[in-house]
């Protein structure tokens, strides 16, 4: 319990309290844009997709792009709930992730046996068919999509948001953590340490299914109408990309690279054509001058202010 409550996790803990509340604040007296708000809000969703994808590409290395399919589930499952039998918002949610988590595991169990292209275009192929599969039926809507009253708020968003984080970051530190990424470094080695492979791919792989229907559903309660189009593959993509900026196995890397290419997304939203152009400049520059992304596998820490505190402690004696 004491590692709980040591002084870096108390000072992240009033940070994560202090952006909160700034925003929050803005909100309620009205100055923050309603556009500002609706880029705030969607970080927070590339935020939880992200971290879930770096858990399966980054931290297990595996070579998923299939997110957009899981994400699909999650947001029409939530809808379902929440819009045609009226059940309550944290319901729908849930129904819509655990949902996704299953699909997780039933494609995961046969696909995860592959390795790279062989199971990106399993995966790929999941998500065109998830897709296919609510374009073509009208309980929810089909081509047209649905449409849900707005739920979700800045503070539903920001609350989903810093929780997932959390259960990932906890979740890979983590003797199961551990495992994954000894799959990542070296499979063959993993299987002759012991590890079973195949289920932590599998855990992975469900646990990232698990938040991109949590973020799926999120979107499906803030956006008003969610419709087959916008799960499609560039959306996956999108994600992948937010990911490798980041750093493949930094969460706190997925976190920049989510903020970042939602940033300049909004800040190109006047010019819709030019976005994809820049994204792949980003990328081939990204490629070239650091190919790790921002961060790398490295993580972001306030190890520094401990460091600065026992310092200064160890100066009065």
């Known amino acids: 319990m004491s590692n709980l409550f040591n002084r870096k996790n108390i000072v992240a803990l009033v940070a994560i309290g202090l952006i909160y509340g700034i925003i929050q604040g803005l909100i309620v007296v009205d100055i923050l844009p309603p556009f500002y708000k609706l880029t705030l809000i969607l970080i927070c969703i590339y935020i939880i997709l992200s971290t879930s994808l770096n858990l399966i590409n980054g931290i297990t290395g595996q070579f998923s792009i299939g997110h957009a399919g899981f994400m699909a589930v999650g947001a029409y499952i939530s809808a379902i709930v929440t819009a045609i039998h009226h059940g309550p918002l944290i319901l729908g949610l849930l129904a819509g992730a655990l949902v996704a988590a299953a699909a997780g595991i039933v494609v995961g169990l046969p696909t995860l046996r592959l390795n790279g292209d062989y199971l990106a275009i399993a995966t790929l192929g999941f998500g065109e068919i998830v897709r296919i599969i ?124 989510a903020i970042v290419m939602t940033l300049v997304s909004a800040l190109l939203s006047s010019f819709p054509e030019w976005r994809l152009v820049i994204t792949a400049v980003l990328l081939i520059i990204m490629m070239i001058f650091r190919p790790t992304g921002l961060l790398g596998t490295k993580e972001f820490s306030l190890s520094f202010l401990g460091k600065k505190g026992e310092k200064n402690a160890s100066s009065k004696y």
């Open 134 to 257: 609510f374009l073509n039926t009208e309980y929810v809507g089909g081509a047209a999509g649905f449409t849900l009253p707005s739920k979700i708020t800045w503070t539903w968003a920001f609350g989903l948001m810093a929780l997932s984080v959390i259960l990932i970051k906890n979740f890979v530190n983590s003797t199961h953590g551990r495992a994954c990424i000894s799959v990542r470094e070296n499979e063959i080695a993993a299987e002759s340490m012991g590890v079973n492979t195949t289920k932590y791919k599998v855990m992975a792989f469900t646990l990232g299914a698990f938040f991109a229907g949590l973020a799926g559903g999120i979107y499906a309660n803030y956006m008003y109408i969610i419709q087959p189009m916008t799960f499609q593959f560039l959306k996956s993509f999108d994600i992948l990309v937010m990911v490798v900026l980041g750093g493949l196995g930094s969460i706190t890397g997925g976190i920049v690279g």
